[in-house]
């Protein structure tokens, strides 16, 4: 049963969107991108060359692909990620605590994925959800102008729905 689109609320992607991005150069090392996502607890995250421009979008899947076809170590460290639930956490625990083997070799740009899904800032919520759904992704980055100014994921247009 599909929800009928003209019952959602009447939000835009830049009702949406958060404006304080983590981004990631793409000649990181993979195990960076680890920590950083943990530590904003977070699973994706924008990738930026050295000019600061946008060339990809890395998440704790690409990791886990590419350390699976890699046979790298960090994939234990990053599943590690997944299994902690908050509720299961001790109030001095921080997730950049999460050990990261430093035995994988690769980098950002080795593991992440070039194509990018972006909408406008006055995308419809509809929009965003379609856009989410067709593509298998789990953000949209949101740009005015041609240019980048902030991220929707998932589950902001979940809450949305339940606003």
């Given at each position: ?34 920590r950083r996502l943990a530590e904003h607890r977070i699973s994706g995250m924008p ?58 070799g690769g980098l950002v740009s080795d593991a992440m994925t070039a194509e990018v899904h972006s909408v406008d800032v006055q995308a419809p919520l509809s929009e965003i ?35």
């Amino acid at each position: 049963m599909a929800l009928d689109p003209k019952a959602w609320p009447a939000k835009t992607a830049g009702d949406l969107m958060k404006t304080e991005v983590v981004t990631i150069p793409e000649t990181a090392p993979l195990t960076e991108a680890v920590r950083r996502l943990a530590e904003h607890r977070i699973s994706g995250m924008p990738v930026t060359n050295e000019s600061g421009h946008l060339t990809g979008v890395i998440s704790i899947r690409d990791i886990l692909d590419y350390e699976s076809q890699e046979g790298g170590a960090s994939t234990l460290a990053v599943r590690s990620f997944y299994a902690v639930a908050d509720d299961d956490l001790d109030d001095d625990f921080e997730f950049g605590d999460v050990e990261v083997s430093e035995d994988s070799g690769g980098l950002v740009s080795d593991a992440m994925t070039a194509e990018v899904h972006s909408v406008d800032v006055q995308a419809p919520l509809s929009e965003i959800a379609t856009k989410l759904v067709e593509h298998r992704i789990h953000r949209v980055l949101v740009s005015r102008n041609h240019k980048h100014v902030g991220i929707v994921s998932a589950m902001d247009v979940l809450a949305a729905l339940l606003d």
